[in-house]
């Protein structure tokens, strides 16, 4: 069984509430991650037909604050799916309500794993590609899944080898005392 990514397309917008802020009077980074994850959920949810839980987030980079008193409109769709899993991608942005400046606040990729009624990894529905920028996402999920095998690998204890990084942790902030 295949799907259209429009099929489990998910917008959610909210009003931003003091009660959302941090002590500098931005809304918490804590707080957006929350809503973040809720609608990759929703997404994956839609789009498997079953309750779906998160397995990792790639890279969340806050590029600009967000105030009290803004809309915050986030976007989630599928861009990959495997047996089980799915890459959620998930753009954040808020509005001005006055001026109607808008900005983009945060992009991310959750993968999901859809879960059956005992706990089991669940089979979700292919995804069907229907243009360029579908097969951008797609090919650019395989791809980080793959930078993420090696990154793990390499890092692994039993494979880690420490005098290939001394000379670069010594450029660094640090002070070596081993």
Known sequence: ???????????????????????????????ILGLMDQIA?????????????????????????????ELVTLKASVNYTGRTSMVIGVRVESENIQTGEQK???SSYFTMVAKD????????????????D??????????????????????????FHIEEYLDLIKTQNAKLNI
């Open 104 to 106: 983009h606040c945060n």
């Open 134 to 159: 579908s097969v951008r996402r797609f090919a650019r999920s395989i791809e980080r899944q793959e930078q993420a095998k090696h990154r793990t690998n390499r890092f692994k204890a039993s494979e």
């Open 41 to 69: 959920f929703a997404c994956a949810s839609k789009h498997s037909r079953n309750y779906c839980v998160t397995a990792s987030v790639n890279k969340v980079d806050f590029l600009n604050p967000i105030e009290v008193g």
């Open 1 to 31: 069984m295949f799907k259209d990514i429009k099929e489990s397309r998910i917008t959610l917008t909210q009003l931003m509430l003091p009660s959302h802020s941090n002590f500098s009077g931005k809304i918490h980074g804590g707080f």
């Open 117 to 132: 009624e005992q706990g089991n990894n669940a089979p979700v529905p292919g995804l069907i590609l229907t243009n360029k």
